[in-house]
């Protein structure tokens, strides 16, 4: 699991300690990651909507979910692949 920001190195870092991350925040600071996932139009774009994305151990995208609730939404997936 990880998470993935249009923000800097170091904006990252002071978010993911803030709050206790227990996953690694990939930063996506040309936003190529988050517009090949469709989460953001362009690279001009200073926030990627916000998805989650299950992907399988062959790296094919098995689900894509338009996250209103990560904190609930963890919780559901947890319960679903376990």
Do not use: W
């Amino acid at each position: 699991m990880c998470g993935v920001s249009l923000d800097s190195v170091e904006d990252n870092r002071v978010f993911a300690e803030k709050f206790r991350f227990p996953f690694p925040l990939l930063c996506d600071t040309t936003g190529a990651m988050s517009m090949a996932y469709g989460a953001a139009a362009s690279a001009e774009d200073q926030y990627a909507s916000r998805y989650t994305f299950v992907i399988d151990a062959h790296g094919q995208v098995q689900e894509s979910i338009d996250t209103k609730d990560p904190g609930g939404q963890a919780a559901d997936l947890l319960d679903r692949l376990i």
